[in-house]
């Protein structure tokens, strides 16, 4: 079976400052990650996804992520934090047999401060 | 860019009442998924669709649950009789292809409300 842990429920930075939420992983197989971001009341908004080659993907809105294959994590990174990414991120996973069922971690929610 | 577009955006119905919501995925993906999301809560899967069949459900997607294409471009989600409990968001997903490296893309969502 397949798991998604965000250790965080609630991650605070200041505008200008890094910010990190983090996310580990459990598979069989190789995983495909995947960020999503959601603003109240909306829907969910794709960041960025790891499929292979390079373990740091870029994605939207200036957000990166590293992945991990030892430490089984993908944690999202953004290195100057602007009050507008305050939103709810998930981390999912998806695996490439299993009818491309996606399994979300339980969410973080990121506030930045002025 | 194309969408997945769902309706309606807010549905409210009393306790045991049937709904349905719909879906509009992508027009060439040929695989669909419904999630649904408790308020406050993770984002669960409920069942995957693929050429006019189940691929896989999970254990929330009961008998009171059921998919259909009726056509070659909505994809709906019924409820049979609705309990307080399935108040949530619903999140319609369509894929070209069912490997993981495909990605999903997700409508905005029914927020379903049971009274």
């Known amino acids: 079976a397949q798991s998604v842990a965000q250790p965080e429920d609630q991650v605070n930075v200041a505008e200008g400052n890094p910010l990190t939420v983090k996310c580990t992983y459990s598979?069989?197989?190789?995983?495909?990650l995947f960020w999503y971001v959601q603003y109240p009341n909306r829907g969910l908004q794709f960041l960025l996804k790891?499929?292979?080659?390079?373990?740091l993907v870029k994605g939207s809105y200036g957000f990166e992520a590293e992945f991990n294959k030892s430490q089984t994590s993908f944690h999202l990174k953004k290195p100057s934090a602007l009050v507008s990414d305050s939103a709810l991120y998930f981390c999912?996973?998806?695996?490439?047999?299993?009818?491309?069922?996606?399994?979300f971690g339980d969410g973080t929610t990121l506030t930045v401060k002025p | 860019e194309p969408e997945v577009t769902q309706t309606p955006s807010h549905q409210v119905t009393q306790m045991g009442q049937e709904v349905i919501l719909r879906c509009v995925p992508i027009s060439n993906h040929l695989y669909f998924y419904w999630y649904r999301q408790i308020l406050g809560q993770k984002v669960e899967f409920l069942v995957s669709f693929y050429n006019n069949e189940i691929s896989e459900k999970s254990e929330i997607f009961d008998d009171q649950f059921s998919v259909e294409r009726p056509d070659g471009s909505n994809f709906t989600l019924k409820i049979r009789s609705t309990k307080l409990e399935d108040s949530a968001m619903y999140f319609c997903a369509s894929s070209e292809l069912w490997r993981g490296d495909y990605e999903q893309y997700f409508g905005p969502g029914t927020r379903l409300t049971v009274t």
């Open positions: 598979v069989s197989g190789n995983p495909y």
């Open positions: 999912a996973v998806r695996v490439i047999t299993n009818a491309g069922k996606s399994t």
């Open positions: 790891y499929i292979t080659g390079d373990n």
